[in-house]
């Protein structure tokens, strides 16, 4: 079996004030391959960080399961959990809040060597706070200084450095390009590409939108409101988008492909991101989608699979639902 994350029917509320629930993760399921990247992609707001956080153990889950390597990481003793999350680690969206800003890299990338206590010398400690640093392109000269002496780019490999101190199998990206310039988000895509390949590793990388995640994951999920809505390989979901709000997403970003340019129009999504307080009824996506009807309002859409591991929750897809009149009319754009 080549699955090394099973997420099944994962769920993740909040309980706020007044009996009120913040249902953040609403029910995903799906699994990754070792050795692949996985995208996770959603509007901010959609739960994509807190699914990250809880499949990693970090927050209790309220519902469903997370299974690495088939163990249930929710079912841990602490120090269980404190010796299995070797093996996951995280790199988070903003490295400089990741980072303490009163240790030196040294001493950032050193922390979690000394929790797990895995180095008995000081000498060898060193050494392989060295190596981290070289195999993020940066050197031992930076090992002394602290983070606000970096620039953006190279404080998320002072991240990524940590992140790998443990020897992960695992990694999830939370948005690791997100906070920095454009002009430096393609050499921290490559560096985690060329770490993927030299050492194995398995990302679930987490983004809010697809331009970058459709070249880098083999497969990709979208997220709307705590919810799954499409799943499917990177080239499916570029080429035969099935659900209204993918469909949105791409339509969102600039391709180069003028043949595709020309079939694909600019899809403005209306209204904001609904509260996952008080999540629509039916579809969640119903308040924002053109084609929504009746039906939609009401009958939550299941999830499907259509041609070729190609998973979509929508009713456009399913036979048995009769699409009634549109509850909008459709804006050109
Ligand atoms: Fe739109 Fe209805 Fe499909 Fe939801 S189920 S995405 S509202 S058409
Ligand atoms: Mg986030």
Redesign the pocket.
């Known amino acids: 079996d080549d699955k090394i994350l099973e997420v099944k029917a994962l769920q993740k509320h909040f309980s706020l004030e007044r009996n009120q629930t913040l249902k953040a993760v609403n029910g995903i399921s799906f699994d990754v391959k070792k050795g692949e990247t996985f995208g996770l992609v959603g509007e901010s707001g959609c739960g994509k960080s807190t699914a990250g956080r809880t499949i990693m153990g970090l927050y209790n889950r309220s519902g469903g399961e997370v299974l690495f390597k088939g163990q249930d990481v929710h079912k841990k003793t602490d120090k269980e959990r404190h010796q299995f999350l070797r093996q996951m680690q995280m790199i988070f969206q903003d490295p400089y809040a990741s980072l303490n800003p009163r240790s030196t890299v040294y001493e950032i990338i050193a922390e979690p060597l000394l929790v797990h206590e895995i180095y008995q010398s000081k000498k060898e400690l060193s050494a392989k706070i060295y190596e981290l640093l070289e195999s993020v392109g940066l050197n031992r000269d930076h090992a002394n200084r602290y983070p606000h002496e970096f620039s953006g780019g190279q404080r998320q490999r002072i991240g990524i450095a940590r992140a790998l101190a443990l020897d992960p199998e695992f990694i999830i990206c939370d948005e690791p390009i997100s906070a920095l310039d454009v002009s430096v988000q393609a050499s921290v895509v490559k560096l985690l590409q060329r770490l993927q390949k030299e050492k194995g590793f398995t990302y679930l990388f987490i983004a809010h939108d697809l331009s970058m995640v459709k070249y880098i994951s083999s497969r990709i999920a979208v997220m709307y409101l705590g919810k799954i809505?499409e799943l499917t390989t990177s080239e499916q979901l570029y080429h035969n988008p099935l659900?209204?709000?993918t469909q949105a997403l791409l339509s969102a970003i600039p391709i180069p492909d003028p043949d595709i340019e020309e079939a694909r129009r600019r899809i403005i999504l209306e209204g904001e991101l609904p509260s996952p307080i008080d999540p629509p009824t039916?579809?969640v996506?119903?308040t924002r989608?053109a084609?929504?009807?009746e039906?939609?309002v009401t009958v939550e859409?299941t999830w499907r699979e259509q041609e070729g591991e190609h998973f979509v929750?929508?009713?456009?897809m399913d036979d048995s639902i009769e699409?009634g009149k549109p509850l909008r009319v459709q804006q050109e754009v």
């Open positions: 809505v659900h209204p709000y039916g579809c996506f119903h989608c084609h929504a009807c039906a939609c859409p929750a929508c009713h456009l699409m």
